[in-house]
C-alpha cells in the first residue's frame, strides 16, 4: 500500500511538472517578444533627433516594457531550471529566495510600467489643459526628471518589501508579503485605469477644442489608449485569477 501511495503522488507531482514546463516556456516566451519588440520601439524613437528629444517618457516606458520583459525570461528560466533539477518541492529558507534576482524583477516590472503610463496621460492632459504651462516647463530636461522621479519612486517601493516567501516559485505575492503583495497588485491596476480615464478625458478635451488635428497626435492618443486599456484588462485578470483569488480562498 505504502507503495502505491508514493508511485501516485510521483504520477501527481510529476504531471503538476508538466505543466509548470509549459507554463515557464509561456513566461519566457512573452518575456522574448516584449523585450523584442521595446527593443524595436527604442531604435525607432532613437532614429530621429527630435522623437529623441520630445518623446522622452515614451522612451522611459518602453524601457519599463522591456524589464518587465526581462522578468518574465528570468522567472520562467529560474523556475524551469529548480523544476529540472527536482528542486523546485524542496523547502526554500526566505533569505535564500530573497538572493534571487526574478523576484525584484518582477517587482520593478510591473510598477515602472504602470507609472509611466500614468505619468503619460497625465503630461498628455497638461499638454492640453494648460498649454502655457506645459511649454514652459515640460521640455526635455523637465521630461528627463519626471521620468527620473518614476523610476525613483519604482526602486523605492520595491527595496520597502519584505520577502517572506518559502516557495521556489517566489511570485510577488509571497515573494513580498500578503500585504505588499495586495498592495502592489491593487496600486498597478488602479494607475493602468486612471491612465485610461485620463486619456478618455484628454481625446474628449482635444476634440472639443479642435486642437488635435495632427494625425501623429490622434495616432499617439489612440496607440496609448489601446495600451493602457490592454495593459490595464491583462493585469487585473492576472492578478485577480492567479494571486487574490487563491489568497482569499486557501485550500
Same mark, same amino acid.
Given at each position: 500500500?505504502?507503495?502505491?501511495?508514493?508511485?501516485?503522488?510521483?504520477?501527481?507531482?510529476?504531471?503538476?511538472?508538466?505543466?509548470?514546463?509549459?507554463?515557464?516556456?509561456?513566461?519566457?516566451?512573452?518575456?522574448?517578444?516584449?523585450?523584442?519588440?521595446?527593443?524595436?520601439?527604442?531604435?525607432?524613437?532613437?532614429?530621429?533627433?527630435?522623437?529623441?528629444?520630445?518623446?522622452?517618457?515614451?522612451?522611459?516606458?518602453?524601457?519599463?516594457?522591456?524589464?518587465?520583459?526581462?522578468?518574465?525570461?528570468?522567472?520562467?528560466?529560474?523556475?524551469?531550471?529548480?523544476?529540472?533539477?527536482?528542486?523546485?518541492?524542496?523547502?526554500?529558507?526566505?533569505?535564500?529566495?530573497?538572493?534571487?534576482?526574478?523576484?525584484?524583477?518582477?517587482?520593478?516590472?510591473?510598477?515602472?510600467?504602470?507609472?509611466?503610463?500614468?505619468?503619460?496621460?497625465?503630461?498628455?492632459?497638461?499638454?492640453?489643459?494648460?498649454?502655457?504651462?506645459?511649454?514652459?516647463?515640460?521640455?526635455?530636461?523637465?521630461?528627463?526628471?519626471?521620468?527620473?522621479?518614476?523610476?525613483?519612486?519604482?526602486?523605492?517601493?520595491?527595496?520597502?518589501?519584505?520577502?517572506?516567501?518559502?516557495?521556489?516559485?517566489?511570485?510577488?505575492?509571497? *515573494?513580498?508579503? !500578503? $500585504?505588499?503583495?495586495?498592495?502592489?497588485?491593487?496600486?498597478?491596476?488602479? /494607475?493602468?485605469?486612471?491612465?485610461? #480615464? &485620463?486619456?478618455?478625458?484628454?481625446?474628449?478635451? *482635444?476634440?472639443? !477644442? $479642435?486642437?488635435?488635428?495632427?494625425?501623429?497626435?490622434?495616432?499617439?492618443? /489612440?496607440?496609448?489608449?489601446?495600451? #493602457? &486599456?490592454?495593459?490595464?484588462?491583462?493585469?487585473?485578470?492576472?492578478?485577480?485569477?492567479?494571486?487574490?483569488?487563491?489568497?482569499?480562498?486557501?485550500?
Amino acid at each position: 500500500m505504502p507503495k502505491k501511495v508514493d508511485s501516485n503522488r510521483k504520477e501527481t507531482v510529476g504531471d503538476m511538472d508538466d505543466g509548470l514546463l509549459t507554463r515557464f516556456d509561456l513566461y519566457m516566451g512573452f518575456g522574448v517578444f516584449a523585450v523584442l519588440t521595446n527593443v524595436l520601439v527604442l531604435i525607432v524613437l532613437w532614429s530621429r533627433k527630435e522623437m529623441r528629444t520630445t518623446l522622452v517618457l515614451f522612451q522611459a516606458l518602453a524601457f519599463s516594457d522591456l524589464i518587465n520583459g526581462v522578468s518574465y525570461i528570468f522567472a520562467g528560466a529560474v523556475r524551469r531550471h529548480s523544476v529540472e533539477s527536482g528542486r523546485f518541492h524542496d523547502y526554500i529558507h526566505p533569505m535564500d529566495c530573497a538572493k534571487a534576482i526574478f523576484p525584484a524583477f518582477l517587482i520593478l516590472g510591473g510598477l515602472l510600467p504602470a507609472f509611466m503610463n500614468f505619468m503619460l496621460s497625465l503630461e498628455r492632459l497638461i499638454a492640453i489643459q494648460f498649454i502655457a504651462f506645459y511649454k514652459r516647463s515640460c521640455n526635455f530636461t523637465g521630461k528627463i526628471v519626471l521620468a527620473l522621479v518614476v523610476w525613483i519612486v519604482g526602486m523605492f517601493m520595491m527595496n520597502d518589501s519584505s520577502t517572506v516567501l518559502r516557495s521556489r516559485m517566489c511570485d510577488v505575492l509571497k *515573494a513580498s508579503g !500578503k $500585504k505588499y503583495g495586495i498592495t502592489h497588485f491593487a496600486l498597478v491596476s488602479v /494607475l493602468f485605469f486612471v491612465s485610461f #480615464v &485620463l486619456l478618455v478625458i484628454v481625446a474628449f478635451m *482635444a476634440n472639443q !477644442k $479642435k486642437v488635435d488635428d495632427n494625425m501623429a497626435t490622434r495616432l499617439l492618443l /489612440l496607440v496609448l489608449l489601446r495600451r #493602457v &486599456l490592454a495593459s490595464s484588462v491583462t493585469r487585473n485578470k492576472t492578478c485577480y485569477s492567479t494571486r487574490i483569488v487563491p489568497w482569499l480562498n486557501p485550500t
